[in-house]
């Protein structure tokens, strides 16, 4: 019996999507429930599975066709043995380490050289540019693909496995140009709106981590032997922020026309980066998390923004921000909000510096943060008062963090 696969209803205020990524081809043999293509919209990436083992017969429209809801993508004739599956294995990222510090998703795929067994990331990757599995040469397990054999395969070909070498000859200047994803351009049409329609101030302060380190350095075993996570820096900073929130309600809130929204819950989004560019799932009700809770549901996020696999409703709301371009070696950076959110807090590489301490010099792990804020709702006193309250929070975290002191 032959089927037409369609474009499933597509999330509210997601007007169309684009055909991303054919995982099969007319002939190929799928099982019930793998994904047949993946839909790319300005916020998500839907993957459209097959209905019953069968054969892709037809593809209607293909890679880089805009499509829109019950639009046909191709046909499909159920029936025969299911398809026989690749065993693969992908290498999960730890990202609550302190040398990580950041929840970025980069991609440690490890796939065999095989489109159907690639991961999301790579898939993408090798879609964009026109390329296969099988014309880059895989440094991983097994010859397997990467995401950073593919940018060495683009930054000037490869002679060997994972080996680049420069193809263009001497003297030559070339150039390449490659369309914006729908997120990028998403992500480029909101931070320019918020850089035009706020009044953004940053500022500025640092915080003394020793404390936090030397708590994380006793109980991280025991935490994780209790937990089954890794104790990392983000739940810390993100229960003093839910802390300094309750103290600020004006940055917990957001600007309605002529109205101040004022939030009495805390929904926290942390800035995720992939290779598709930066997302921000939301935390909900952190005052009602431990620290444990916290650290689960980021390690599930994480893996979920590697994979493509966010929703729409896990990026949706939030009444405030963190980012973190310390994992990336940043050590001072202004980060711009998230509208209708008022304000951001930019999280930075942890630093040994001199710092003076009861008159005496001495080293010791610093952080410089930085609180963007709409300065129409937020006033420069209660920024750095805000800040302030972060630092002392984290400089004595048994006491005033986790007691609620």
Do not use: C
Request: charged share 25%; proline share 5%.
């Amino acid at each position: 019996m032959t089927t037409e696969i369609k474009v499933p209803a597509l999330p509210e205020s997601v007007a169309d999507a684009i055909v991303s990524t054919w995982h099969v081809q007319p002939g190929n043999a799928v099982s019930k429930g793998d994904t047949i293509v993946d839909l790319e919209t300005d916020k998500v990436v839907l993957e459209v599975p097959a209905p019953t083992d069968g054969i892709l017969k037809e593809i209607l429209q293909e890679e880089g066709a805009i499509v829109t809801a019950d639009v046909v993508l191709g046909t499909f004739e159920a029936g025969g043995a299911p398809a026989a599956k690749a065993e693969s294995k992908e290498a999960e990222t730890p990202i609550s380490e302190a040398s990580a510090q950041n929840f970025s998703a980069a991609e440690t795929s490890d796939e065999p050289v095989d489109v159907d067994g690639l991961s999301p990331a790579v898939r993408r990757l090798l879609a964009e540019n026109n390329l296969t599995g099988k014309t880059v040469k895989g440094s991983g397990k097994n010859g397997r693909v990467t995401v950073d054999d593919i940018k060495a395969y683009l930054a000037g070909g490869q002679s060997n496995a994972g080996e680049a070498k420069i193809s263009a000859p001497v003297g030559e200047r070339t150039e390449k140009h490659v369309p914006m994803t729908r997120l990028r351009a998403r992500i480029a049409e909101r931070l320019l709106n918020a850089k035009n329609s706020t009044a953004m101030l940053t500022t500025f302060n640092e915080v003394n981590l020793k404390a936090v380190m030397e708590m994380r350095a006793e109980y991280k075993d025991a935490f994780f032997e209790k937990h089954g996570v890794k104790l990392g820096f983000m739940s810390f900073f993100t229960r003093a922020v839910v802390e300094a929130l309750k103290e600020f309600p004006d940055v917990n809130a957001s600007i309605d026309g002529n109205n101040v929204v004022y939030h009495g819950y805390f929904d926290v989004g942390i800035a995720v980066s992939t290779d598709r560019g930066l997302v921000v799932p939301v935390l909900r009700d952190v005052d009602q998390m431990s620290l444990a809770n916290i650290e689960s549901q980021i390690a599930q996020y994480a893996k979920k923004a590697r994979d493509g696999k966010l929703t729409l409703e896990e990026m949706t709301g939030g009444n405030f921000t963190i980012t973190n371009g310390g994992g990336f070696g940043s050590l001072l950076s202004t980060p711009i909000l998230n509208p209708p959110q008022s304000a951001i807090l930019g999280m930075h590489t942890i630093q040994e510096r001199p710092v003076v301490e009861n008159g005496q010099i001495v080293i010791r792990p610093m952080m410089y943060l930085a609180l963007s804020y709409d300065h129409r709702i937020i006033d420069g006193k209660t920024s750095v008062s805000f800040l302030v309250k972060l630092k002392e929070l984290l400089e004595k975290p048994g006491a005033r963090l986790l007691l609620n002191l």
